[in-house]
T-cell receptor
């Protein structure tokens, strides 16, 4: 079984500051890793995903994430945030061996960007 | 064009009633999902269909019954609604039947309130 822990429920940050949203996972099998974003009153949208290869993954809107297998982490970063980045961010995993597409989500992190 | 659409967007009903939520995707995807997002924004998968075949059925009360008339539609019927069913329900779809690495595209959600 897999589980995902997002270490911060809320992250307040000022506009143009850097931000890191932390994600750790637990799994007995290899996993794919995802970050999704949910803007207010909307559905989720994929930011980026790690499948294999380079551990640094770049996504949309200037976000990137780094997969660290030894620390079972997949932290999301952005060097300079905008007001429009205010949203809920979800880290998720799915097992390599799964053929169902089942995603296990973390609890979410609310990013609040202040002017 | 909306990729994944859900109707209705809001649903307010009394305990004990039966209600349905409809989902349609025009992306040509083979797999569709239903997720439940509770008041703490935690997302959990409920069901998944691949080409009209049920492939994920999590520990959901049997008052919830998904129906897939074709691979572009996945509806959710809920019998004997309870207060605890109040949540936001998201439909999603992804390409391919065997890819746990595929991006899932989410609908805008249906906010169900049971009084």
């Amino acid at each position: 079984a897999q589980s995902v822990t997002q270490l911060d429920s809320q992250v307040p940050v000022f506009e143009e500051a850097p931000v890191e949203l932390r994600c750790n996972y637990s799994s007995s099998v290899s996993v794919y890793l995802f970050w999704y974003v949910q803007y207010p009153n909307q559905g989720l949208q994929l930011l980026l995903k790690y499948l294999s290869g380079s551990t640094l993954v770049k996504g949309i809107n200037g976000f990137e994430a780094e997969f660290n297998k030894s620390q079972t982490s997949f932290h999301l970063r952005k060097p300079s945030v905008h007001i429009s980045d205010t949203a809920e961010y979800f880290c998720a995993v799915s097992a390599h061996s799964s053929n169902t597409g089942k995603l296990i989500f973390g609890q979410g992190t609310t990013l609040q960007v202040k002017p | 064009d909306t990729a994944v659409s859900q109707t209705p967007k809001y649903l307010v009903t009394q305990m004990g009633n039966d209600k349905s939520i409809k989902c349609e995707q025009n992306l040509g995807h083979d797999t569709m999902y239903w997720y439940k997002q509770d008041s703490k924004k935690f997302l959990k998968i409920m069901f998944s269909y691949n080409n009209k075949e049920l492939i994920i059925n999590e520990t959901v009360p049997n008052r919830f019954s998904p129906k897939s008339p074709d691979k572009a539609h996945l509806n959710l019927h809920i019998n004997s609604l309870e207060l605890g069913d109040s949540a936001v329900y998201f439909c999603a779809s992804s390409q391919g039947g065997s890819g746990s690495y595929n991006e899932q595209f989410f609908g805008p959600g249906t906010r169900l309130t049971v009084l």
